[in-house]
């Protein structure tokens, strides 16, 4: 596997709070992306980072923040969770030439 | 904009048969073609792609999926199926130059391998 970490893995929070979930790799990729996956939607792109205090907006960007401020470390911030952000979040990495994406374990939110 | 289909939600193989799951396309330009795999509780693990070259594409765990430019299309195979390839399998796509080199998932195809 991808030296890729996510934490928490799991979480459970109320509607309105402020959630922060971290990616962390080892690989020293240029490229981190954060995913949602929901049934039958597959998975969507939330945000992506392309280097260090570098991103863009992915297809479901409403209701989240990123931010990379270190090559290893990208965080996905949702500034106050509703019911709708109840998903499995996964990261992904890719290196310069960026043809494949590896992906992390996931973390499993819950918004009550 | 790129898209991606998968048209069977569900797909049930008796062990030992041919197993096929079905991916179609749609970009602009030139693709970039992948397969991923999930187990459960798992995050997705990279089983092949496709970037230029042999239309035939050969991957992890004896998978192979074949680059169809007319059709445009992107079926993953395996010939003699395993009952511990259940799992959920997704296709994506890229386009060449996407900004940002975005992937596009199709909304996944569950496989159950009968023993």
């Known amino acids: 596997d991808a030296g890729i970490t996510q934490s928490p893995r799991h979480k459970v929070t109320e509607t309105g709070t402020p959630v922060t979930l971290r990616c962390h790799q080892t690989?020293?990729?240029?490229?981190m992306y954060w995913y949602r996956q929901d049934p039958g939607h597959g998975l969507r792109l939330i945000h992506y980072?392309?280097?260090?205090?570098?991103?863009d907006k992915g297809e479901v960007s409403d209701g989240y923040s990123v931010s990379r401020s270190k090559t290893e470390d990208f965080l996905l911030t949702l500034e106050s969770a509703t019911s709708s952000q109840t998903s499995v979040y996964f990261c992904a990495i890719s290196d310069h030439r960026a043809d494949t994406q590896y992906f992390g374990p996931g973390t499993r939110l819950t918004v009550l | 904009a790129q898209s991606v289909a998968q048209p069977e939600d569900q797909v049930n193989v008796a062990e030992g048969n041919p197993l096929t799951v079905k991916c179609t396309y749609s970009?602009?330009?030139?693709?970039?073609l992948f397969w991923y795999v999930q187990y459960p509780n798992r995050g997705l693990q990279f089983l092949l792609k496709y970037i230029t070259g042999d239309n035939l594409v050969k991957g992890s765990y004896g998978f192979e999926a074949e680059f169809n430019k007319s059709q445009t299309s992107f079926h993953l195979k395996k010939p003699s199926a395993l009952v511990s390839d259940s799992a959920l399998y997704f296709c994506?796509?890229?386009?060449?130059?996407?900004?940002?080199?975005?992937?596009?998932f199709g909304g996944g195809t569950r496989v159950l391998v009968k023993p």
């Open positions: 690989e020293n990729h240029r490229y």
């Open positions: 980072s392309y280097g260090v205090k570098d991103t």
């Open positions: 994506a796509v890229r386009e060449i130059q996407a900004a940002g080199n975005k992937l596009t």
């Open positions: 970009v602009s330009g030139n693709p970039y």
